[in-house]
């Protein structure tokens, strides 16, 4: 809760505490009164319950007033899709209009506005290295930001990127080791990798990049982006030819259960959410308590005037 909202509650709660301030003030004369006169006081926590009632209710009401809220378990069934798109210099071919990177950032921003709110998605951007620019969120703007910045630069390597996005799933490091060796990151059949790449490549390890995705149950979907025909970039001064590579994406898919898809019918990509095992999670969401204090105080409020009205025939 912010400042501002504590600050009608802080106000009421001055303003009950000078109603009770009042009401022991007057209680006290009211008693004094009574017995120079030689009247028989009443019980006086019996006498003034209402009043106590009355000022309890508005009390309460000062705290409800601040929108308090309480932190329970939420569970939610959900999955994890990390967006891998390639940003190396062949992305800046113009066989698809306006470039590659364009129509690939294109496809990802549908991709995403047909995910339902229980996938959690990522964005890994990849060249020679990798890095994750949005981790998994349910908060899909974010990765429509991540989407947005892309830039090109560098070369290519689908390992890095397969490994990239293992570690922005599993939260920790993941790479093949020098002498080859793939490692053991656990199964994660709740997480999908969706790639958007030419499938040009400059790196290594890609089928054993590949594996332990299929080891780990993390099936990778292949989008190319650009044409087998395809374009002259400049890079460094240099004009050199590059080409859609669709043999690399879709052993890569193969390898690891996923499936090829042109960019060009990326509405089939859609349906990846519905082939991800969606597991159960826990996570702490506000439940709000105004409500049931403005009842409460509203039940205080009704007693207390009861009460005044039995006891005085008046509300106060």
Request: proline letters at 4%; zero cysteines; a neutral charge.
């Amino acid at each position: 809760m912010t400042l501002s909202s504590w600050l009608p509650a802080a106000v009421g709660l001055l303003v009950t505490a000078a109603l009770a301030w009042a009401a022991v003030v007057l209680a006290r004369r009211r008693t004094a009164a009574l017995t120079a006169a030689g009247v028989a006081v009443p019980d006086g926590r019996r006498a003034y319950l209402g009043v106590g009632l009355t000022i309890a209710g508005v009390g309460v009401l000062a705290i409800a007033a601040a929108g308090p809220a309480a932190m329970v378990p939420v569970p939610r069934t959900a999955g994890t899709v990390i967006l891998a798109v390639d940003v190396s210099n062949s992305m800046g071919a113009d066989d698809v209009a306006p470039t590659r990177l364009a129509a690939a950032q294109r496809a990802a921003r549908a991709f995403v506005a047909a995910q339902p709110d229980s996938v959690d998605i990522g964005v890994v951007a990849f060249e020679r290295g990798a890095l994750t620019t949005a981790r998994p969120d349910a908060d899909h703007s974010v990765a429509l930001k991540a989407i947005d910045r892309l830039k090109i630069t560098g070369g290519t390597s689908l390992g890095t990127a397969i490994t990239a996005s293992l570690s922005a799933i599993t939260g920790k490091q993941v790479a093949v080791g020098r002498d080859g060796t793939a490692p053991d990151i656990g199964y994660w059949p709740s997480a999908t990798i969706v790639m958007f790449s030419d499938g040009q490549n400059q790196g290594a390890d890609v089928e054993r990049a590949a594996t332990v995705a299929q080891r780990a149950g993390v099936h990778v979907h292949t989008v190319g982006v650009g044409t087998t025909a395809g374009a002259a970039v400049k890079v460094d001064g240099y004009h050199l030819q590059t080409s859609l590579d669709e043999d690399t994406l879709t052993s890569i898919a193969r390898t690891t259960g996923g499936a090829y898809h042109p960019a060009s019918d990326t509405t089939r990509l859609d349906g990846i959410a519905d082939t991800i095992d969606l597991r159960l999670t826990v996570s702490d969401e506000p439940l709000p308590l105004a409500g049931g204090l403005i009842g409460l105080a509203l039940a205080l409020l009704t007693a207390g005037a009861a009460l005044n009205v039995l006891r005085s025939g008046r509300v106060i």
